[in-house]
């Protein structure tokens, strides 16, 4: 194994011990893992350590990860939270779980248009885990579903991960857009059916029950009341709308390519922010010192997240730099077995790399070999690309790197470190499982 390997095992390493057994917080673990892998650079730690820090602090993530945190604490402090929840409640209130069941959907329905595991746990996450946390969901519980079901911003198609795997040299001469759309949208079902398969076991699991009867407003009532508080979600609906076709053709008439340019996941939380001041400006601070003390009440909590996120896109870049791809790609080129254990192997390596990186970024290094790989070994082209889409799409739920982690436990206000273990058991090994039975025709896909 090459020293980027090496180094990609002692990081993750270090952030299990250093949160886990020393018990210090997940900031102060990204900040030593990232320390670590710059020192595998020999000579060139202090150019690896620069080379990450700037990609990091170039990444829109993390800028888009505390805007959420902000627009998240404004909606709860101004009370929109709690005229959304009370009107959420009264359509599916009396529905065991309902909020988590409405999560899961909304994630399915988004999957295709977001395009990013960001972008799903950023827009649906604003408004389902609050609902969750008010219908006596645990927030762990709620951030870790949301992170989790964040992979379906690649395993739905249309994502731009599918048209990047299109496009790859192995896979554009055997395999079509209609074919594969076709084939990893039934992909993308499959793992949409066990997310709802977690949301049932969760709610016996946890006795999540139904909301007392007392405690719904009827419907007409929470229309009065919450109503004019939905209208922050404009801020959510027209850059989602500006992706899909129709949006798209309007921005290009307007301002031509540089269309292109304007990124869902940066102007979600800005026009939400806008959108929650203008709803709610009678309820604002009006003095400096009020608004000093309110927003020092939030301080803390960018001090973890926002160390985290850097250090963690930091290290990723590190990472890069040192040739894990590369080194990741040999080890899969070289592997010859059964179909099941290729498919198994292909898809760990597709895991791991995701894992550090984004899944986009993993398909755009490695799609092709891992398309050639599980091909070679017996898969038909359809079900290799739609197992490939799905083995990257645990990028959303990968700890330690993943940003929908981030995102959802900001919004959730909860250490992110809790969630790890919960959602490499619950998603991670499930969604890799999902993707090997779908190379091995065990889940069958449309040819």
Request: proline residues 5%; contains cysteine; neutral net charge.
């Amino acid at each position: 194994m090459g020293v980027a390997v090496w180094a990609l095992i002692t990081y993750i390493a270090i952030i299990v011990v250093w949160n886990t057994v020393l018990k210090r917080n997940i900031g102060e673990a990204m900040l030593v893992g990232f320390v670590a892998v710059c020192l595998f650079g020999g000579g060139d730690a202090l150019e690896l350590a620069r080379a990450g820090l700037d990609e990091a602090l170039s990444e829109e993530v993390v800028f888009a990860a505390l805007a959420f945190v902000f627009m998240g604490y404004l909606m709860t402090e101004l009370g929109l939270i709690d005229r959304q929840v009370t009107l959420l409640n009264s359509v599916f209130g009396r529905l065991r779980g309902g909020s988590a069941y409405v999560s899961t959907s909304a994630a399915a329905l988004l999957g295709g248009p977001a395009g990013s595991g960001s972008g799903i746990a950023a827009s649906v996450g604003s408004v389902t885990i609050p609902w969750m946390i008010r219908s006596r969901w645990r927030p762990d519980l709620a951030a870790s579903l949301v992170a989790g079901n964040a992979g379906l911003g690649i395993s739905i198609p249309p994502s731009s991960s599918m048209f990047l795997l299109l496009g790859s040299a192995a896979v554009a001469p055997v395999l079509s857009a209609d074919q594969l759309i076709v084939a990893a949208f039934a992909g993308g079902l499959w793992t949409v059916l066990y997310r709802f398969v977690v949301v049932f076991s969760w709610v016996r699991r946890f006795r999540i029950e139904k909301i007392s009867g007392e405690d719904i407003a009827p419907l007409r009532i929470a229309l009065q009341q919450g109503f004019g508080s939905l209208l922050v979600y404009a801020g959510i609906a027209i850059p989602v709308v500006l992706t899909l076709d129709v949006g798209v053709r309007f921005l290009e008439s307007r301002v031509g390519d540089a269309a292109d340019d304007i990124s869902v996941i940066v102007w979600i939380p800005v026009l939400t922010i806008l959108a929650t001041l203008l709803v709610a400006w009678r309820r604002l601070p009006r003095t400096g010192r009020e608004w000093s003390t309110y927003l020092g009440n939030m301080a803390s909590r960018y001090a973890v997240i926002g160390a985290t996120l850097l250090f963690a896109f930091a290290a990723a870049a590190s990472l890069g730099e040192l040739g894990l791809v590369a080194q990741l790609t040999a080890i899969m080129e070289g592997f010859e077995a059964p179909l099941w254990i290729v498919a198994s192997v292909v898809g760990l390596l597709l895991v791991v790399i995701a894992a550090p990186l984004t899944g986009t970024a993993t398909i755009a290094a490695v799609g092709g070999v891992a398309f050639s790989a599980l091909t070679a070994a017996g898969a038909p082209p359809a079900a290799a690309a739609t197992a490939i889409l799905i083995f990257a799409s645990t990028e959303g739920a990968s700890p330690p790197g993943a940003a929908p982690i981030y995102i959802a436990t900001g919004i959730a206000g909860v250490d992110p470190s809790r969630t790890f273990l919960r959602l490499i058991l619950w998603f991670v090994l499930p969604i890799l499982a999902i993707g090997v039975l779908v190379a091995t025709g065990l889940l069958p896909v449309p040819a």
